[in-house]
């Protein structure tokens, strides 16, 4: 063929471009993996508490358990014990998508998974199209959400190369230790093999960094060789050392619901704020607020912002009363300030959620 696709590739390509032709490409959820193939870096806490902020914001979000361990199942406060049908019973064709998905709240919704998976990852590695069973499944649903979030199992065994398949583009999650920084150059090369040969429309969207304590050294020069390897992917937002992440997890909860004035539950507002601001439908919301401030009169923005300042945390007040200039300190300000806008003037015929996809 010259140079093009041939068998086997040539399929995949003409099945992606049916695939993404039918379903819209402008319609689409947007269905992002978090992954690196290393435990205890942050993944699940990070795919539960975007999916809860999401879900708070009015957004429609389906998260999915790609890990047998079921962590982002029992964070979301489900006894995987108790559980029968899972993800697993979708991947075998023995239950359909409304008999499996869990409806945590109206917006937040789970396909949830257990251990039981683990016992047929062979049986799975040896099927038909081992690599888009999850594609598959998401396929007839993928129109119904505005996200949909994967928390990928430490490793990249079949499971999260269905992640990848499936996805539009995917969060790489560092905490800073040396083996997962070691993990990032098997990883993307990995990602390299994907794009080319299963998901031509997979894109890496950025590195976030967990578990950070920048006053030690150590923490600092990871930030460091993270900015010069990826300084236009590595995200502004870090999630700092928080013992409240850790005990909303132990009681199947959000940061949002369990402390929504600790640290974590700010870190995680600014990063999902920052993961959002590529989004059309947020970006023009900003914009719009943005305007109507500037429309008032210095005596009202004054006392718009003298009310948003009251509702931040001490944290990020006592930041601000020092003068601090970091962006995610005026960018919770604005964050805040907007809120209070839109009370004032909703934003009713611009409104973000799904009426706006349809």
Not at 102 to 120: C, D, F, Q, V
Not at 190 to 211: A, D, I, R, S, W
Not at 244 to 263: C, N, R, T
Request: overall charge positive.
């Amino acid at each position: 063929m010259n140079g093009g696709l041939n068998g086997k590739g040539r399929c995949i390509f003409l099945w992606n471009r049916l695939f993404f032709n039918k379903i819209g490409v402008f319609n689409m959820a947007r269905v992002v993996s978090f992954i690196i193939q290393k435990g205890g870096c942050g993944k699940t806490t990070t795919t539960a508490n975007t999916a809860a902020y999401l879900a708070r914001q009015g957004f429609k979000v389906l998260a999915v358990d790609m890990d047998p361990q079921g962590n982002l199942t029992q964070h979301f406060g489900y006894d995987t014990d108790q559980l029968d049908d899972t993800i697993l019973k979708l991947f075998l064709n023995q239950k359909r998508f409304p008999e499996v998905v869990l409806k945590r709240s109206p917006n937040l919704h789970l396909l949830p998974n257990t251990i039981e998976t683990a016992g047929y990852e062979l049986t799975i590695y040896k099927s038909l199209a081992k690599e888009f069973l999850l594609r598959d499944i998401l396929h007839p649903i993928i129109n119904d959400y505005d996200f949909i979030l994967i928390d990928c199992p430490p490793n990249l065994g079949i499971f999260s190369l269905n992640a990848l398949v499936a996805s539009t583009e995917f969060i790489l999650v560092v905490s800073p230790e040396f083996f997962p920084m070691r993990a990032i150059k098997p990883f993307y090369d990995t990602y390299l093999m994907v794009k080319k040969k299963l998901n031509h429309t997979l894109q890496f969207k950025g590195v976030l960094m967990t578990m950070c304590d920048f006053r030690t050294r150590h923490s600092q020069e990871v930030r460091k060789v993270l900015e010069k390897n990826f300084p236009h992917k590595l995200y502004k937002s870090y999630i700092r050392n928080n013992v409240s992440l850790k005990e909303a997890s132990s009681v199947g909860q959000s940061i949002f619901e369990y402390d929504p004035q600790s640290p974590g539950a700010f870190d995680y507002q600014n990063f999902v704020e920052e993961f959002l601001r590529d989004y059309e439908p947020v970006r023009k919301k900003r914009q719009y607020y943005e305007g109507k401030f500037q429309q008032l009169s210095d005596e009202e923005r004054n006392e718009i912002l003298h009310f948003a300042r009251q509702n931040l945390t001490s944290y990020v007040r006592n930041k601000l009363d020092g003068q601090a200039t970091e962006e995610v300190i005026q960018q919770a300000l604005i964050l805040e300030r907007n809120r209070i806008l839109e009370k004032l003037f909703p934003y009713r015929q611009h409104t973000f959620s799904r009426d706006s996809k349809s």
